[in-house]
T-cell receptor, first 111, second 113 residues
Framework: RKEVEQDPGPFNVPEGATVAFNCTYS??????FFWYRQDCRKEPKLLMS???SGNEDGRFTAQLNRASQYISLLIRDSKLSDSATYLC????????????FGAGTRLFVKA | DGGITQSPKYLFRKEGQNVTLSCEQN?????MYWYRQDPGQGLRLIYY???????QKGDIAEGYSVSREKKESFPLTVTSAQKNPTAFYLC????????????FGPGTRLLVL
């Protein structure tokens, strides 16, 4: 089982739709969580950190469920510019720190 | 402007040749990382460095080497021992190695001739 798993998609949604991505992690030593966005042939860029209390940044909402070991990203009112791959990132603390990247979920927003 | 730069953007390697990818940051970050990304796959860690003059192997270090002589610089050499080097190479840095957000350079795409 992969340490961080994401549905690869692609998710094809119309403009204005709400779309949700989930990411599961297997190691209970996971301590920090992030969502990154990666455009085609570009570097990943931090979208948002994920906190236990949940956090919102405009149209984006991230949630963490430690009991079930998953994090989620909700995008409301999708824009064409939201089309990208969304990477789930988990940092483990097992004596040393290790960053694990999910393979990403591809999103296409269409007019 | 503060940030991470990588060069070149594209690099072509001949069989049996060693090539070096540059990564420079002016963010005053202690930790730096090298990742490899293959199509449809997640990032895989090659090497990382938590401090100057120190580095550790990641998950796929075979066929690669690094140095960290300066805080700002973390070059990656792809040696002839790396039999499948074609990939997108990403350098990143973070303030420290402990639970810190990583910031990425624009990447180098390596192709084998």
């Amino acid at each position: 089982r992969k340490e961080v798993e994401q549905d690869p998609g692609p998710f094809n949604v119309p403009e204005g739709a709400t779309v949700a991505f989930n990411c599961t992690y297997s190691n209970s030593a996971s301590q920090s969580f992030f969502w990154y966005r990666q455009d085609c042939r570009k570097e990943p860029k931090l979208l948002m950190s994920v906190y236990s209390s949940g956090n919102e940044d405009g149209r984006f909402t991230a949630q963490l469920n430690r009991a079930s070991q998953y994090i989620s990203l909700l995008i409301r009112d999708s824009k064409l510019s939201d089309s990208a791959t969304y990477l789930c990132v988990v940092i483990l603390n097992t004596g040393g720190f290790k960053t694990i990247f999910g393979a990403g979920t591809r999103l296409f927003v269409k007019a | 402007d503060g940030g991470i730069t990588q060069s070149p953007k594209y690099l072509f390697r001949k069989e049996g040749q060693n090539v070096t990818l540059s990564c420079e940051q002016n963010l005053n970050h202690d930790a730096m990382y090298w990742y490899r990304q293959d199509p449809g796959q997640g990032l895989r860690l090659i090497y990382y460095s938590q401090i100057v003059n120190d580095f550790q192997k990641g998950d796929i270090a075979e066929g690669y080497s690094v140095s960290r002589e300066k805080k700002e610089s973390f070059p990656l050499t792809v040696t002839s021992a790396q039999k499948n080097p074609t990939a997108f190479y990403l350098c990143a840095s973070s303030i420290t190695a402990a639970q810190e957000t990583q910031y990425f350079g624009p990447g180098t795409r390596l192709l084998v001739l």
